[in-house]
């Protein structure tokens, strides 16, 4: 079954989810590498760390049409938000949003 990794609020997150990716401190250094299947401690840990979020591995139960229809409504609201003339700075921060959207929605 294919997975697709969500990125949630540490407080939000449940112990049994498996970690997406690897949390890190500031410095790079890993504090929960990638595949790490959460217990209370863990969750406890990163908290008192300040570890606002974190990507956890979820199932992907979307078909691939239902993937396209999230991709566009992610594409079409970041386009509302930064509808009108603009700088080139809000161009680039808009690519950006869309990127990381359409990644998160992907």
Avoid: K, W
């Amino acid at each position: 079954m294919a997975e697709r990794s969500i990125c949630m609020s540490t407080l939000a997150a449940t112990p049994g989810q498996r970690l997406a990716l690897p949390v890190r401190r500031a410095d790079g250094e890993v504090l929960l590498p990638a595949g790490t299947e959460l217990e209370v401690e863990h969750l406890r840990h990163l908290i008192q760390r300040g570890i606002d979020c974190i990507h956890v591995a979820q199932e992907e139960t979307r078909d691939a049409e239902q993937i396209e229809r999230d991709i566009a409504a992610a594409a079409a609201r970041v386009a509302h938000l930064f509808r009108g003339p603009g700088s080139a700075a809000r161009e680039e921060l808009a690519a950006s949003i869309a990127d990381y959207r359409r990644r998160a929605a992907s």
